[in-house]
């Protein structure tokens, strides 16, 4: 077993899981934030969205982009949930709105065929290397039991920006006219029409502001960690995953699974090697997927 | 008389509503058995509890004096206990025949029998039996493009090309042209005395049910409120109010 | 009102379709020799998507894993082709070819001979198992599920040593005496659709056909009538991976290459074509997929190198288009405009009418 002294070593040394979890749960925030857009579009437009990581990625690009220019990457992050904002908007009035009624698979496929596009023409632009923006603010070191853990600041940072814009979607929605109207179109398409309520402009809203939130944990992500135009997919299968565990239109849920993912996937990633730490988010969905069919599968249910 | 199916104080609650409390039925075998009850009163929830749609919190249900409670919706369908839904279900991609030749039972049929090509003697079992309920004439047309009320009939014609032993009916006339119900019940009744299957008929049209049934359950609430011969339950003063008090 | 069809013209027009077919399939490498990796590689395609087709169009569940097949029987027809004549660790090690590891003309055929079957069987033994376990997914999930395993089989893949690990692995180099060795691929590819396009044709006049159009329609209705639902599943999909597996095999010597991701499982190539061929062609149904296969092999062939850089990104707008526009696909749009030719009687008002009497 080629795990079995890393095992060893993790369990002799506090610190260093320590230091794994610590990355990972500042990791997880960002996959509960990505996870939290998905829940919104899918419990609202009945819409699973693949282009969600590739909105990770372009805001991603966004923060690299502004760094070469010379600007501070942090100011990327309004720049890109702008610009997503915008991107949202046009995708759903070019394709989104003829399939929002379709099947869940025309829908799937559709926006799959967007997140290939997507991720094509940033390949073209930027080319197929990982990339950073450094945001030049230090690290952060202290030692446990002798172990020494060092974070970048600018993780601890994106940690506590992505809480705060999750906290601001959530008051969003529960407060907004626009919220309102939102969550008024997920319970009851019909009913919210009757209403007065103009749910074309709501999907767009919706999808729209879904994709400027995952632009911003972009911006965030280059910084603290790297981008390269085809790490969407995985987001995609993260966020999916989130949301299978924890529900739609659960919040508390959707962090705490979120942040669960982050650690699993970091610890996987020093025991199995980070070769192998791709190939466990799409085991472990498969894995999730399993569980939860066998689960409700007891209770004469299944997953639908 | 044996009893084909007991229902044996069943609970069942969804979050916080109880949907049915202690309730306990028989139908005897080769019997006909209505259940009414006012809208919401969980009819449709006992049914799905009998044909495994959902686990039940309490109690035990036997069919042909075997344990169903646990099984899963196949399995219990194998058993001879065939359910048609509210909400009538059919293949609407496949047409009239396609979607008999399909319902015919696999109970006793080997697995492999599926890749043999069909016979004329189901093509013509399943001609008649659309003749029985009067879709002779549109059985090349797609399933999907009959109206509510055909599709119900069609959906009662591939329960019987099933053979069940029991067939339980949730709401046949509902949504049925008025003119043609009279033309169902006698096929109902047609369908327990030729082909002998005993049927168990939630019904909301009460003089559809007094005609039909030899016996009646009335439930209110989730629970049962009385039970008798169609007279009896006629008669029956709660079970007139529950119903005045429904609407 | 049935179709005006006489019964001895179908007859001579169908001879006549297939005997076209085989005549140009047979001939085709012959008169355009110059092609004949593209055109073998077409008939690959049909085999994929008459595959994808039988359980995404037919049974309703649309996977975007049958790659996996294509991988497993890829990877098993190379370490077979090789393992009968060398050690396959070494063999890898040397990244394959070389002077090392040479293969006479016997040892070539003889180990396509029994890498095929191989990979065949152990495709459907993988869509057995794998099968037993996904397809009590339903909808969405299971085409999330299978998306799951290609890439995860890929990644695995791209691990192993013993295959090659991320490097990738040869299958057997065909000696040169036995010249363009594109003709016999053509020859295996042609003759595994025809066998593919026999047995599938065969499936669907049985009651299984009706079985998966059942589950296809309202899988709750087929439990709640007593079906073998989950049999009925893993067999379609069994039946699936046998000739993914054999095309797998085929494939990876035309290709002479194996990339664990970029190849064999690979989800964002063939894994995607294959539904875009079945859906373009039009779904649940015989010829679409074939017809869909060739319409795409050749627009594919004709632009590909025009759009040198640009072939993702015409990939991903002709998924959106096809998906937003034409979902029917070719074949589902004729059955729109000449429902009759395809055995639906359709009510006229008129009719409607006269039978409510
Ligand atoms: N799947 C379900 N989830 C939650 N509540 C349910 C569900 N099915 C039924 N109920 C509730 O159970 C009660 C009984 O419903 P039902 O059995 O459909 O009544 P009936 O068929 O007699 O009209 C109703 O209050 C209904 O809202
Ligand atoms: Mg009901």
């Known amino acids: 077993m080629p795990w079995a002294p890393d095992l060893y070593l993790l369990v002799s040394t506090p610190g260093l899981t320590l230091d794994l979890i610590i990355n990972g749960i500042l990791i997880g925030a960002i996959f509960a934030l990505v996870a939290y857009g998905m829940a919104l579009v899918w419990g609202v437009m009945n819409i699973i969205n693949v282009t969600q990581g590739e909105y990770v990625m372009l805001g991603g690009f966004v923060a690299v982009g502004m760094w070469h220019a010379g600007m501070h990457p942090l100011l990327a992050v309004p720049v890109a949930a702008v610009l997503l904002y915008a991107l949202g908007l046009l995708l759903y009035h070019v394709v989104i709105f003829r399939i929002v009624d379709r099947d869940l698979f025309t829908s799937l496929l559709a926006t799959f065929g967007l997140s290939i596009i997507l991720q094509q023409l940033m390949n073209i632009y930027f080319g197929g290397d990982t990339r950073t923006a450094d945001a030049e603010l230090g690290r952060l070191v202290f030692s446990v039991d002798g172990y020494r853990i060092s974070v970048s600041n600018i993780k601890i940072l994106a940690f506590f920006l992505v809480l705060i814009l999750g906290g601001c979607l959530y008051v969003f929605l529960k407060r907004s006219r626009l919220g309102q109207a939102i969550r008024a179109t997920a319970q009851n398409p019909r009913a919210a029409r009757v209403l007065g309520i103009d749910t074309n402009k709501v999907y767009a809203a919706t999808f729209a502001l879904n994709a400027s939130i995952a632009g911003a944990a972009g911006a965030l992500v280059a910084m603290a960690y790297t981008i390269h135009p085809y790490f969407g997919l995985p987001y995609t299968v993260r966020s999916f995953m989130i949301v299978i565990v924890a529900g739609l239109g659960n919040i508390g849920g959707v962090l705490a699974a979120g942040l669960g993912l982050g650690a699993a996937e970091n610890m996987a990633g020093f025991l199995l090697g980070v070769e192998f730490q791709i190939a466990f988010v799409f085991g472990l969905l498969v894995l999730v997927l399993l569980l939860r069919a066998w689960w409700l599968g007891r209770k004469r249910q299944y997953l639908k | ?247 | 009102m049935q179709v005006s069809n006489n019964g001895q013209s179908s007859f001579t027009s169908k001879l006549m379709l297939y005997g076209g077919i085989a005549v140009v399939g047979l001939a085709a490498p012959l008169l355009f020799p110059a092609y004949q990796a593209q055109m073998a590689e077409l008939w690959l395609f049909v085999v994929f998507a008459l595959t994808w087709d039988l359980v995404g169009g037919q049974m309703g569940y649309n996977s975007f894993g049958n790659v996996v097949f294509v991988g497993v029987g890829m990877y098993a027809c190379a370490v077979v082709q090789v393992g009968l004549y060398y050690e396959v660790s070494e063999y890898t090690d040397a990244r394959g070819g070389g002077t090392e590891f040479v293969f006479d003309q016997g040892q070539y055929l003889t180990g396509l001979v029994a890498g095929l079957p191989v990979a065949a069987l152990l495709a459907a033994l993988f869509a057995v198992v794998l099968g037993a376990l996904v397809l009590s997914l339903r909808g969405h999930y299971f085409a999330i599920c299978t998306l799951g395993l290609g890439i995860a089989m890929g990644e695995l893949a791209s691990g192993w040593e013993w295959i090659g690990a991320g490097s990738g692995m040869t299958p057997a180099e065909p000696p040169r005496s036995m010249g363009n060795i594109n003709r016999l691929h053509y020859y295996l590819a042609f003759g595994l659709a025809i066998l593919t396009f026999c047995a599938i044709a065969t499936l669907l006049r049985s009651r299984f056909a009706l079985a998966i159009n059942a589950i296809r329609d309202d899988e709750d209705k087929a439990e709640a009538m007593g079906m073998y639902t989950t049999r009925i599943k893993v067999t379609a999909w069994t039946c699936s991976a046998l000739f993914l597996g054999a095309a797998g095999g085929i494939y990876g010597n035309l290709k002479r290459f194996i990339d664990p991701t970029e190849t064999a499982f690979s989800g964002a190539t063939i894994g995607v074509w294959m539904v875009l061929m079945a859906i373009l062609g039009g779904k649940g149904t015989l010829w679409g997929p074939i017809i869909g296969a060739v319409v795409f092999q050749i627009t594919k062939e004709l632009t590909w190198t025009y759009i040198l850089g640009w072939q993702r990104v015409a990939l991903g707008v002709l998924i959106v288009a096809i998906v937003v526009f034409f979902p029917e696909g070719i074949m589902g749009r004729l059955k729109i405009l000449f429902p009759e030719r395809f055995g639906h009687r359709v009510e006229t008002p008129d009719e409607a009418r006269e039978e409510g009497r």
Do not use: W
């Open chain 2, 1 to 247: 008389m044996t009893v084909l199916l007991k229902v044996n104080s069943v609970s069942k609650t969804f979050g916080g509503v109880v949907a049915n409390r202690a309730v306990s039925m028989e139908v005897e075998k080769g019997t006909i058995v209505g259940l009414i009850g006012p809208n919401g009163s969980g009819k449709t929830t006992l049914f799905n509890s009998v044909v495994g749609y959902h686990p039940i919190d309490e109690g035990s249900i036997r069919f042909r004096a075997q344990e169903i409670s646990h099984m899963r919706v196949p399995q219990i369908a194998r058993l001879g206990l065939l359910r048609t839904f509210q909400q009538t279900r059919i293949y609407g991609g496949m047409d009239c025949v396609q979607n008999m030749l399909i319902s015919r039972s696999m109970r006793k049929a080997s697995f492999l029998e599926l890749f043999h090509r069909q016979t004329g003697e189901g093509v013509e079992r399943a001609e008649n039996l659309l003749e029985f309920v009067g879709l002779y004439e549109k059985r090349r047309l797609l399933a999907g493009d009959l109206s509510f009320g055909q599709q119900k009939l069609l959906e009662f014609a591939m329960a019987l090309m099933n053979e069940p032993e029991m067939l339980m009916l949730d709401e046949p006339t509902a949504g049925i042209n008025p003119t043609l119900i009279n033309g169902l019940i006698d096929r109902l009744k047609r369908a327990n005395e030729e082909f002998g299957i005993t049927l168990f008929v939630i019904e909301h049209n009460m003089r559809v049910i007094m005609n039909l049934a030899q016996r009646i359950y009335c439930l209110a609430h989730g629970e049962v409120l009385a039970e008798g011969l169609p007279d009896e339950i006629r008669n029956d003063k709660r079970v007139i109010d529950a119903y005045l008090g429904a609407h």
